[in-house]
């Protein structure tokens, strides 16, 4: 069963409670052709381990709970079910609906690398951010959600480009002007941060920006910082010497003399070369 709890005053979230008590034969509420009589019978022996699961749980959040047998519908057991929440963790659901209706199932975002300008055997390169915050830090894995366009596979391939035109040197930056206004939200809290629930709005990230790679782990407070150091570091497994401008600052304007290099896998017409760049 699903409940909706707040930890604290504007802060709400999704989750699930393990109820240990309910002997095994109120499992049969769950067949269709149980009677009312047997509902309401389960009901009653359903409240009192609710509330004792939430008195020894130390919760002391609000929620609103709502049970059900899976198969009648027939509610079991509720409290405060219909009070006002502030949308949490579901609001991904409506938000991946959203995208899915307006992009398409096939729609991907890419992550390219731009050749802003150069100068003898030096030049200027960016790192621009598609809206892909699932990045791998090494080679592109087509069969994995998270990691299936990887920086190393983009610096590869960036390298490549740069040295056919004999240059040896770059300075490397973040271009995530894709996304404006505030980065975080002025309601949200920078501790959730540490607890791997949220992070900076980025255009890219690697691996949504945890620390670790895993889902729940702490995440970086600068994930395009970051990811940015990690193209880095893969340019200069390639033989290239890197540095990075301005390190601490998250968006620069393109120069004029922008140009692409193609490394994520396009040509001068924009069509696609291979899959192996980040995508």
Avoid at 25 to 37: K, Q
Avoid at 100 to 106: H, N
Wanted: aromatic content about 6%; charged content about 30%; hydrophobic content about 35%.
């Amino acid at each position: 069963f699903l409940i909706t709890k707040s930890r604290s005053p504007g802060r709400t979230s999704s989750g699930t409670f393990t109820l240990k008590g309910i002997p095994i034969s109120s499992m049969r509420l769950l067949r269709s052709d149980v009677s009312p009589r047997s509902i309401c019978f389960a009901s009653k022996k359903i409240a009192p381990v609710v509330e004792d699961a939430f008195k020894k749980s130390g919760f002391k959040g609000k929620a609103g709970i709502d049970i059900r047998d899976a198969a009648t519908g027939e509610v079991l057991y509720t409290k405060d079910a219909g009070a006002d929440r502030t949308p949490a963790s579901v609001t991904k659901v409506l938000t991946s609906a959203a995208a899915l209706g307006a992009l398409g199932a096939d729609h991907t975002f890419t992550t390219s690398a731009r050749l802003d300008s150069t100068e003898g055997t030096s030049a200027a390169l960016a790192l621009v951010g598609g809206g892909d915050v699932m990045l791998g830090k090494g080679e592109s894995k087509p069969g994995a959600v998270n990691g299936r366009a990887g920086l190393g596979t983009l610096a590869e391939d960036a390298a490549h480009e740069l040295k056919k035109r004999g240059v040896d040197t770059v300075e490397v930056y973040a271009d995530v002007s894709r996304y404006t206004g505030p980065r975080f939200s002025k309601d949200w809290d920078r501790d959730d941060i540490g607890y791997g629930f949220i992070t900076n709005m980025d255009p890219f990230m690697v691996s949504m920006g945890s620390k670790t790679g895993e889902y729940k782990a702490p995440r970086t407070p600068e994930p395009a910082r970051d990811a940015l150091r990690d193209f880095a570091d893969a340019l200069t497994d390639q033989g290239l010497k890197v540095d990075i401008r301005n390190s601490d600052v998250q968006t620069e304007p393109p120069a004029e003399e922008a140009a692409p290099l193609h490394a994520d896998g396009t040509g001068d017409d924009g069509k696609d070369k291979n899959d192996d760049g980040a995508g």
